[in-house]
């Protein structure tokens, strides 16, 4: 079943504890993309990879890293995590970068930083 | 000013009820544009994707663009309650960039 899943799904956390949420697609997508979901903002894009060691600063891109050593997985590190970090978070993957239209979201993952 | 703005809503209509779903952007770079319906607790899901002006069909929905305008918008003809949902106006260029408008919550009643 082609999917994109991220893990955990749930997490609860404290202020400068760092932490990675995982993306993985088995689709073969050359593009994955993290948003970041509030209440009133709608999705907004944090990262975004063109295809393997290639990532490029969405919209919000302050207090989070990524990296893309596979052409699967696509992981978000907070480093030092702060409470203006609690969201919603998706990751998104398709063909590529230039056929957005059919980008496939993960299931999200609930942050809480306390 | 943000580059898609969205009519916020809510939306609730009674089943059966034209709706009306609508987005405006500035930035004239943007080449991609879709929409995306979001179940609470969900993900978002593709709903409809065009990439010039004019209109486009599927089943009920209809996605129209106004290059001119930079003006988008939804319709749903004959909207039932399992319409209800978060629709999300994107627009995208061709190098990556994604942005979303802030989403409208539609309700159905039947």
């Known amino acids: 079943e082609a999917q994109v899943t991220q893990n955990p799904r749930y997490l609860i956390t404290v202020t400068g504890k760092k932490l990675t949420v995982t993306c993985s697609q088995n689709?073969?997508?050359?593009?994955m993309s993290w948003y970041r979901q509030d209440p009133g903002l709608g999705l907004r894009q944090i990262y975004y990879s063109m295809n393997v060691e290639v990532t490029d600063k969405g919209d919000v891109p302050e207090g989070y890293k990524v990296s893309r050593k596979e052409k699967r997985n696509f992981p978000l590190i907070l480093e030092s995590p702060s409470p203006n970090q609690t969201s919603l978070y998706f990751c998104?993957?398709?063909?590529?970068?230039?056929?957005?239209?059919?980008?496939?979201f993960g299931p999200g993952t609930r942050l809480l930083v306390l | 000013q943000k580059e898609v703005e969205q009519d916020p809503g809510p939306l609730s209509v009674p089943e059966g009820a034209i709706v009306s779903l609508n987005c405006t952007y500035s930035?004239?770079?943007?080449?991609?544009f879709m929409w995306y319906r979001q179940y609470s607790r969900k993900g978002p899901e593709l709903l409809m994707y065009t990439y010039s002006s004019g209109n486009k069909e599927d089943g009920r929905f209809t996605a129209q663009v106004d290059k001119s305008s930079k003006y988008i918008s939804l319709f749903i003809r004959d909207s039932q309650p399992s319409d209800s949902a978060t629709y999300l106006c994107?627009?995208?260029?061709?190098?990556?960039?994604?942005?979303f408008g802030d989403g409208t919550t539609l309700t159905v009643k039947p």
């Open positions: 994107a627009i995208n260029t061709n190098a990556g960039k994604s942005t």
């Open positions: 689709m073969n997508h050359e593009y």
């Open positions: 930035n004239s770079a943007f080449q991609y």
């Open positions: 998104a993957s398709s063909l590529s970068g230039q056929h957005q239209e059919t980008q496939y």
